[in-house]
Structure formats: C-alpha cells, structure tokens
C-alpha cells in the first residue's frame, strides 16, 4: 500500500522554524515530483512548494518564497520544508504530494497523485 506520512507539526510563535517530514513507503519515490499544499481553515487548499525528482529545481507560491525550503532524501524516500518566519497565516494543515507521471514541477493538485493525511501547523501571533 503506497503511503505518505507527514511529520513535525506543530504550535510555534510568529518569527520561528518548524520542519516538516514526509516519509514514502509502499514504492520507491525518487523518481516523482514532490511538493507540499496547505489548507488553512474556511480557506481552499493551496500549493506551498514542489521538487523536481532530482532536488535540481523547485517551485515555491510567492506567499512562502524566501522562508520555506523545500529538499529532499531520495535515499530516505523522505521530502522535507524547512518553514522559518512563520507567521499566523502560515496556519494550516501542510499535506505532502507525489507526482508519479511528469517530470515537471506544478503548482495544481490535478498533477499529484498521492496525498498524505497531513499534519497541522499552528502559528500564534
């Protein structure tokens, strides 16, 4: 059974650092783009990041460029976002995607065809 498994969420104040995990089993991912979405609550689901198969190339939304960072272990079968300068509306549930068709990083959800459960990330101002 294909699983991704979010990890690392959490409450922190406005100004500091969480990282996030997402462990793949079930199949070896190196080869799919990977990327993260988030739902903050009453909001649409939105794109945070994505990574090409081989780390070379990333994609961020303008609302987290310059503070989250996206990598990730192919060895591990692991992706990871770095998320510093939180900030309150940085709040939401972050879900970790996988694209197994395209080589191409994409921001739209239609791309992905793996989602993990996700996990909550909570700022306070």
């Known amino acids: 059974q294909v699983q991704l498994v979010e990890s690392g969420g959490g409450l922190v104040q406005a100004g500091g650092s969480l990282r996030l995990s997402c462990a793949a089993s079930?199949?070896?991912?190196?080869?799919?783009?990977l990327g993260w979405f988030r739902q903050a609550p009453g909001k649409e689901r939105e794109f945070v990041a994505a990574?090409?198969?081989?780390?070379?190339?990333?994609y961020y939304a303008d609302s987290v460029k310059g503070r989250f960072t996206i990598s990730r272990d192919n060895a591990k079968n692991t992706v990871y976002l770095q998320m510093n300068s939180l900030k309150p509306e940085d709040t939401a549930v972050y879900y970790c995607?996988?694209?197994?068709?395209?080589?191409?990083?994409?921001?739209?959800?239609?791309?992905?065809?793996?989602w993990g459960q996700g996990t909550q990330v909570t700022v306070s101002s």
């Open positions: 990574i090409s198969r081989s780390g070379g190339s990333t």
């Open positions: 079930g199949r070896t991912f190196s080869s799919d783009v």
């Open positions: 995607v996988a694209d197994r068709r395209s080589p191409y990083v994409s921001r739209y959800e239609r791309t992905y065809d793996y």
